[in-house]
């Protein structure tokens, strides 16, 4: 009989987030964009030619982040269907991890001249990364009994934000002495960062699945028809969702609030670098900030939520959310935008802690969990296409980001509203 809570399972599961960190990182976060912006930008243009067609280089960054997203959000659900009918979720988790790690090692031959080759591969890695977390997001209930799943879940984010940053440090040793590893060709060590990005997810995505089941309850589906039965599967799940009101309440609420903190995440460093015009070590030591305080944030929130409870904890972080967005649109200085790193670290691996458990606490006894997570995460992705869209949109026709970041504090206002009735509808429902 399989046993919720083992040690070495859960050590196991949160290693995951050690590996697939590095992804978000290194290549969303820092040495890509930053590496991406200079090779696409001359001295007197920003402009690059996509497929035949003129584009601002940063605003192509995002309508690939949006479009790998869609791809996920599209096909995820049936997916995930797929998988709790077969017992095949280790299978298709596999199968995105190594979609994505192979695709960033073979951002290693990005030079800057092949923009479609890049922003190809970047996409696929993107599809990767995401797709895989449906499915890794899908473990949580099924490894861990609900009073320990806001711990897990904040462990398997502060030993991502750690792991990650470690292999960020060693990149960065890598790029500023690249005599130290005997390289001395320009843009060499940032493509070496890439492809280490790929080894390490794929290496530490091994250790997980080791020890992962690969079918815990046991599903011995009938041949064939594996899609119309997913399709069932996932109508199935859906109407438990829109009966169970709490449910889709936090889905609704979710979806705005992970809108802002998603873009946050993706174009930080693209709005240091153009708005402020920072080098770029000043823009990784940023994301180091965001990422060593990220540790303590993501345990922090999980304290709040056990001595306040899910929902009012999600409430600060919303909160503190506006604030930021309201402080990051006045910032005009390094040491200002330090500051609001430091914030941002403190929510950004608390919320989304505490939203993955909050989710998985909130979810009917079921043997489906990978359908109910592809909600949650299609969720996420729409959020991420709608966020980045409309932010590289802003900026393309205003030529400001500061503009978009009005934006993202509407979309944590609302956030911050819909989780108000969510806590509405709870107590009634205790009631």
């Known amino acids: 009989m399989f046993q919720k809570n083992n040690k070495k399972l859960i050590n196991a599961w949160c290693l ?16 890509f964009p ?9 001295e007197t243009s920003d402009m690059v030619d996509f497929l035949g067609i003129q584009i601002v280089n940063t605003s192509l960054y995002t309508y690939a982040i949006s479009f790998s997203f869609l791809v996920v959000a599209l096909t995820s659900p049936l997916l995930s269907a797929i998988s709790d009918y077969t017992g095949s979720k280790k299978g298709f988790m596999q199968f995105f991890t190594f979609l994505g790690a192979i695709s960033c090692s073979l951002l290693f031959f990005f030079k800057g001249e092949s923009v479609e080759y890049g922003i190809i591969c970047f996409a696929l ?54 005599s130290l590893f005997s390289i001395t060709t320009k843009g060499v060590p940032s493509r070496v960062s890439f492809l280490l990005v790929g080894i390490w997810w794929a290496v530490f995505a091994g250790i997980t699945f ?14 064939g028809r594996y899609i119309l039965n997913g399709y ?62 990220g540790i ?51 929510v950004m691996g608390g919320i989304q802690a505490l939203a993955r458990s909050t989710y998985s606490k909130l979810l009917p006894e079921t043997q ?9 995460d299609v969720s996420e992705k729409i959020a991420i296409v709608l966020g980045t869209a409309s932010y590289g949109l802003i900026e393309q026709l205003t030529h400001s980001m500061r503009n978009s970041i009005v934006l993202l504090t509407v979309y944590f206002i609302v956030g911050l509203i819909l989780l108000l009735r969510l806590k509405k509808t709870l107590q009634i429902e205790k009631n």
């Open 210 to 223: 080791y020890h992962l089941p690969k079918n815990i309850f046991n599903k011995k589906p009938k041949e």
């Open 232 to 293: 069932k599967e996932l109508q199935s799940v859906w109407q438990q969702i829109k009966k169970i009101k709490h449910l889709s309440r936090f889905l609704f609420s979710f979806f705005f609030f992970t809108m802002g903190v998603q873009t946050v995440m993706y174009v930080a460093a693209l709005f240091g670098e153009k708005e402020l015009k920072l080098e770029s070590g000043q823009l990784i030591t940023t994301i180091l900030i965001i990422q060593f305080v």
């Open 16 to 31: 995951y987030d050690w590996g697939n960190s590095a992804y978000n990182l290194v290549i969303t976060s820092t040495i």
């Open 125 to 178: 890695a993107s599809v990767g990364y995401s797709g895989s977390l449906v499915f890794y997001n899908a473990y949580l209930p099924e490894i861990a009994t609900p009073d320990q799943q806001d711990r897990v879940s904040a462990k398997g984010f502060a030993l991502g934000y750690l792991g990650s940053s470690l292999l960020l440090i060693f990149n960065l040793v890598m790029i500023l002495n690249p």
């Open 296 to 346: 303590g944030g993501a345990y922090l929130f999980s304290f709040l939520s056990k001595k306040l409870g899910n929902v009012n904890a999600l409430l600060i972080a919303v909160s503190f959310w506006i604030l930021i967005c309201i402080g990051a649109y006045f910032v005009y200085s390094v040491f200002e935008f330090y500051a609001i790193a430091f914030c941002v670290g403190i």
């Open 34 to 42: 930053i590496y991406y912006t200079i090779a696409t930008s001359t």
């Open 368 to 376: 489906d969990h990978a359908s109910f997570f592809s909600f949650f």
